[in-house]
């Protein structure tokens, strides 16, 4: 079985350009769930996924979009990119709908200069 | 809206002594509540959470509703507890069921 992992780990970026961040869901899980979380905060949910339609979204603007694939995958874009954007972008997944428990890849650590 | 907070950005204790980590929470619907651990260079993962009403690691956490609080608790510190901890609420409606967490509290056990 294997668990969440992102892609890529780490990236900087210019202000204004757009970003894409990738996210494999754990075998078996239909349910993808993003975060964003800023230096010394707790994370904050983005939207989240399930079977390749968004199902929730937090307070974030719309240039925040995501997609989720065939086999459960996601991508997170961020588009005009701005430097408050810089953080570490978590992805997690799960089984079904409602909170079944998540489970969390290693993170995307995003810049933005 | 939901909130969720912690208050002690850092909590030291000396193995063996007891710890409570504190969380309150705001929410106007029925509260599910979690805590979740991240060791060093590890990732986010659930500890517990108030459903299940288990003890893992020692740890255990009571919902009180009338204070709105989810510490968590364990008697004897043990040096591998030292990690980042983050209470977090879920919450559904208005379209959303994701997870709001608190800015963390840094425990350290000292030897």
């Known amino acids: 079985e294997t668990g969440v992992t992102q892609s890529p780990t780490h990236l900087i970026k210019t202000r204004g350009q757009q970003v894409t961040l990738r996210c494999s869901s754990q075998s078996g899980h239909n349910t993808v769930s993003w975060y964003q979380q800023a230096l010394g905060q707790g994370p904050q949910f983005i939207f989240q996924?399930?079977?390749?339609?968004?199902?929730g979204r937090g307070n974030f603007p719309p240039r925040f979009s995501g997609l989720q694939f065939p086999n459960y995958s996601s991508e997170l874009n961020v588009n005009a990119l701005e430097l408050d954007d810089s953080a570490l972008y978590l992805c997690?997944?799960?089984?079904?709908?409602?909170?079944?428990?998540?489970?969390f890849g290693q993170g995307t650590r995003l810049t933005v200069v | 809206a939901q909130r969720v907070t912690q208050p002690e950005k850092l909590l030291s204790v000396f193995k063996g002594a007891p710890v409570e980590l504190k969380c309150n929470y705001s929410y106007s619907g029925s509260p599910e509540l979690f805590w979740y651990v991240q060791y060093s260079r590890q990732r986010l993962q659930l500890l517990l959470r108030h459903i299940s009403r288990e003890s893992i690691k020692g740890f255990t956490a009571d919902l009180n509703k009338g204070e709105t609080s989810f510490h968590l608790k364990k008697p004897f510190a043990q040096e591998e507890d030292s990690a980042m901890y983050y209470c977090a609420l879920r919450y559904s409606g208005g379209g959303a069921d994701g997870l709001t967490f608190g800015k963390g509290t840094h425990l350290i056990i000292q030897p």
């Open positions: 996924y399930y079977r390749e339609e968004e199902n």
């Open positions: 997690a997944s799960s089984l079904g709908q409602g909170f079944a428990e998540a489970f």
